[in-house]
């Protein structure tokens, strides 16, 4: 079996991570989360990144245990049996298929407005040959796109303080009830998900059980502070009412000052986020399908390794035309919800996995995974019904397609 080339260091682990965490989910979710929790956002936003810790701790010794590709499906397979595996990658795959397609149709919306369809399907293009072309690549490409980014929203960011548009005197209003601050962590758990790509890369990266532990932390930690800052001005700018209504919020939020020109900035911010968060997706998504093939849980031939490039070239032209697919026939930008689910049991199911690890293989107490755990399990019980029913429908379909394979094996 070929495996993947060990090229990423710990700096460009993080710089994947925080790819995927500072994507769409940070333009998109906190208007969503606002509506459910109201000026207890903050609350939300804690729960959320609690969760995320617990998570983040157990997925970082899993993968210094097992660094593979294909992250909690692997983790699921060899720590709980095969079928709690299966339903971690079913689920990464699915959704986050889905995921892709969401964020080329969001970049293009933002950077190519009344484009969308034709930009998306361009983006998904250009950066699944990105993907192709190796891991080192990607992570570079990563690393223009997530400097990119965090200019412009520091510009966003000082042009809405600066400008006179934010103003502590504005976060008023009604804190949501608890079940709202639940689930307003719940949907704010999905701008969080993307720590788990540096999991899923594993098999990419050097002294794993080294590396991975660390670069795992620093970026969740890094994005969490950055998150407290967006939700603060987002909040003192617009107010827990406006940001629960405002379809751009951090564009919005600049409009409220003396700098309303540069709301622009914001935009393009937003786009090129969508961007990085796509790029990192894809990645993940073609590890994800690697490893499922070479566990034969979908067909053996995806599990082909490119000789020169060390990538898997036919898991990642499948994803890929997936989700040119998905972008020409539906409109996917709604599926936040739909993701955080799938999301979230990927992560209990990781938590679990974790949970059984000897003394010696973690560093940590075991109530941090079991904390993680229900964590994960109360905040996909409580997100909006509609998503609920999605999640389930998928994991449904999935376990159809396991017991027909199984009946064509047998």
Aim: charged content about 10%; proline content about 4%.
């Amino acid at each position: 079996m070929a495996a993947l080339a060990r090229r990423l260091g710990t700096a460009d682990a993080v710089v994947v991570g925080l790819s995927s965490m500072i994507g769409a989910g940070l333009f998109g979710a906190f208007g969503p989360a606002a509506a459910a929790a109201g000026a207890a956002l903050p609350v939300a936003l804690l729960v959320a990144a609690v969760i995320a810790f617990c998570n983040a701790e157990s997925s970082a010794a899993l993968a210094a245990r097992y660094p593979q590709a294909g992250g909690t499906y692997v983790y699921g397979r060899e720590r709980l049996g095969h079928l709690w595996g299966y339903l971690a990658g079913w689920g990464f795959v699915i959704g986050k298929t889905a995921s892709c397609a969401a964020m080329a149709l969001t970049a293009a919306a933002y950077l190519l407005p009344g484009r969308e369809k034709l930009a998306a399907v361009g983006f998904a293009v250009v950066l699944v040959a990105v993907n192709c072309a190796g891991i080192t690549r990607t992570a570079r490409v990563a690393r223009v796109l997530l400097v990119l980014t965090l200019l412009l929203l520091g510009c966003a960011l000082a042009a809405t303080w600066f400008g006179g548009g934010a103003a502590a005197g504005r976060v008023t209003g009604a804190a949501g009830s608890p079940l709202g601050v639940l689930q307003g962590a719940g949907l704010l758990f999905f701008a969080f998900a993307g720590y788990a790509r540096i999991a899923t890369l594993g098999e990419e990266v050097r002294e794993p059980e080294r590396t991975i532990p660390r670069a795992i932390p620093i970026a969740l930690g890094l994005v969490v502070a950055l998150y407290a800052l967006v939700a603060g001005t987002l909040l003192a700018a617009l107010g827990p009412d406006g940001l629960a209504t405002a379809s751009a919020p951090l564009a919005d939020a600049v409009r409220t000052g003396r700098f309303a020109a540069l709301a622009p900035v914001a935009t393009a911010g937003a786009g090129i986020a969508a961007l990085g968060a796509l790029l990192a997706l894809l990645a993940g998504v073609g590890r994800t399908t690697l490893a499922m093939a070479r566990g034969g849980d979908l067909p053996r031939a995806l599990a082909a390794v490119h000789p020169r490039f060390a990538t898997p070239l036919r898991a990642e032209l499948l994803i890929g035309a997936a989700v040119v697919v998905l972008v020409l026939v539906t409109d996917l930008r709604g599926a936040i919800g739909f993701s955080s689910f799938g999301v979230l049991v990927y992560y209990a199911i990781a938590n679990a996995s974790a949970w059984t690890l000897p003394r010696e293989q973690r560093w940590f107490p075991r109530a941090l995974p079991a904390v993680g755990l229900l964590g994960c399990a109360l905040l996909a019980v409580l997100l909006p019904a509609g998503s609920v029913l999605a999640g389930l429908a998928c994991f449904a379909a999935g376990l159809v397609a396991l017991l027909l394979r199984r009946a064509r094996t047998h």
